[in-house]
């Protein structure tokens, strides 16, 4: 079987493990600036999407290798608005 015809398994695995580490990262019980998180925990959410781009390419996979490569940054962009939603709808602690 070719490279091209393989599916990118381990691509997609670090698609969902991005996401879940996305959806990990907000603490909806305090107010976002005293609960915000340091730089180190969002990382890992870039860096399982870098992975995953990584494994793609080196299947010769080069739209997953795109789509996971910009999936982390993505991730992030969704969770921060999602927090923004939440926030807003429960009356938040700045209301």
């Known amino acids: 079987m070719t490279a091209s015809g393989r599916r990118p398994i381990v691509t997609w695995i ?18 976002p600036i005293e609960g915000a998180k340091p730089l180190r925990f969002v ?7 870098l992975v995953g781009a990584a494994f793609a390419m080196f299947q010769g ?3 997953w290798a795109l789509v ?16 923004t939603l939440v926030e807003w709808a429960t009356g938040g602690p700045h209301m």
């Open 14 to 31: 670090m698609m969902a493990l991005s996401t879940i580490a996305a959806f990990v990262l907000p603490n909806f019980s305090v107010d």
């Open 43 to 49: 990382l890992p959410t870039i860096g399982l999407g």
């Open 61 to 63: 996979r080069r739209m």
């Open 68 to 83: 996971s490569g910009v999936w982390g940054f993505i991730m992030l962009i969704v969770v921060f608005v999602a927090a």
